[in-house]
């Protein structure tokens, strides 16, 4: 009788060792690892614009303008401007790869490319970092010689 509860309570010891080493091995909230990443503009601070009358800007992502067309965001001293109002600049990268948003001025009536005021750029390895639906911002002070931005992107992996 007593070898029959003495095995019996083995057994039990046992199979609770192995259920907690499972448990252990594979928690409820696993992750996976980012294979890309989207980014995007979230938002630009103008805290010192170039010009009396405010700034004309535009985001160049990859050769494209944004906005589009002869379109621009104009900013005065303390205004923000979010993704919507530069028509939401996006773009996927790799764990390998990276993304240059670049901010610019522009001068009406034809915007064009205009004059570079700086850049952020998302990198690859920021985005290795990240599990799937996990987000980190990337915050960027852009100074010159008579104008100061500040422009926040954001980075989800996917």
């Known amino acids: 009788m007593r070898s029959h509860k003495l095995t019996l309570a083995l057994a039990l010891t046992a199979s609770l060792a192995v259920s907690m080493a499972v448990s252990v091995a594979s928690p409820a909230g696993a992750t996976t690892a980012a294979a890309t990443c989207r980014v995007e503009l979230n938002y630009v601070d103008a805290y010192d614009v170039d010009e009396n009358n405010g700034d004309e800007i535009r985001i160049n992502l990859a050769g494209y303008m944004y906005p589009g067309g002869n379109r621009y965001v104009a900013m005065n001293n303390g205004d923000r401007a979010y993704s919507g109002n530069f028509a939401n600049p996006t773009t996927t990268i790799g764990t390998t790869g990276s993304a240059l948003f670049s901010l610019r001025e522009v001068t009406p009536p034809v915007v064009g490319q205009g004059k570079q005021l700086g850049?952020?750029?998302?990198?690859?390895?920021?985005?290795?970092?990240?599990?799937?639906?996990?987000?980190?911002?990337?915050?960027?002070?852009?100074?010159?010689?008579?104008?100061?931005?500040?422009?926040?992107?954001?980075?989800?992996?996917?």
């Open 119 to 158: 850049s952020v750029t998302a990198w690859g390895s920021t985005c290795a970092t990240l599990a799937t639906g996990q987000i980190t911002y990337i915050p960027q002070h852009i100074f010159g010689d008579d104008y100061w931005y500040y422009m926040s992107l954001v980075m989800t992996g996917l």
